[in-house]
């Protein structure tokens, strides 16, 4: 355990569903991040909360929705997901972005 | 072309080889971290560097801040060694960019 934690591990859903992935950490730390990672490619960074204000939306489309409702919690809310977004979604978190980030174990979304 | 790039994509290699991997990067960076992540997804910090070198166990990690180049280098390596190799760099303004991985796999 890293000291993030990620749920659910897996998640299939459908293209009309809604679901809720869920990110916790209790490392102290002011920033959390949703990170997409599609396969042989480079983590991208989509949402990125300071203080629990989001301070950066890296155009991602509005069909995923993140809430951060206190520093330990974030979420990310799906709805109307396409196929192509199939992908491990890995939250991290820092303190300021020094030092590194500490990342959860993802979750593995399949969209059919 | 991606600011973090790595080689090789992909590494196989018998167990007890001395295993390279190489990151350049092309941004300025405050440190740049090796990562590694296991198949089921969760990632780990291996180093974080800023100048010279670090080892830790089996691992070492090398950085040349003039030539923006990083190596980590697994010497005895074992099967369990079996993972992907991240390098990430740390941006002047606190951001994170990613190299798009390197997949060993050590054979036993």
């Known amino acids: 355990e890293t000291g993030v934690t990620q749920t659910p591990r897996h998640l299939v859903m459908g293209m009309t569903n809604k679901k809720s992935l869920k990110c916790e950490q209790h490392?102290?730390?002011?920033?959390m991040y949703w990170y997409k990672q599609s396969a042989k490619k480079p983590l991208e960074l989509m949402f990125v909360?300071?203080?629990?204000?989001?301070?950066e939306n890296n155009s991602v489309p509005s069909r995923f929705s993140p809430e951060c409702p206190n520093s330990s919690h974030l979420f990310l809310h799906l709805h109307t997901l396409q196929p192509e977004d199939s992908a491990l979604y890995l939250c991290?978190?820092?303190?300021?972005?020094?030092?590194?980030?500490?990342f959860g174990s993802g979750t593995r979304l399949t969209v059919v | 072309k991606n600011e973090v790039e790595q080689s090789p994509q992909n590494l196989t290699a018998q167990e007890g080889e001395f295993i390279t991997i190489n990151c350049s990067y092309s941004?300025?960076?405050?440190?740049l971290h090796w990562l590694q992540q296991h198949p089921g997804g969760g990632i780990v910090s291996l180093f974080m560097?800023?100048?010279g070198k670090k080892k830790h166990g089996r691992l070492i990690a090398t950085i040349n801040i003039q030539e923006k180049h990083s190596s980590l280098h697994i010497t005895a390596s074992h099967p369990r060694d079996s993972a992907v190799y991240i390098c990430?760099?740390?941006?002047?303004?606190?951001?994170?960019?990613f190299g798009a991985g390197t997949r060993l796999t050590v054979k036993p």
């Open positions: 909360y300071s203080l629990e204000e989001r301070v």
């Open positions: 560097l800023s100048s």
């Open positions: 490392l102290g730390h002011n920033a």
């Open positions: 941004v300025g960076i405050s440190a």
């Open positions: 991290a978190s820092s303190q300021s972005g020094r030092y590194g980030y500490t």
């Open positions: 990430a760099v740390l941006g002047n303004n606190n951001d994170m960019r």
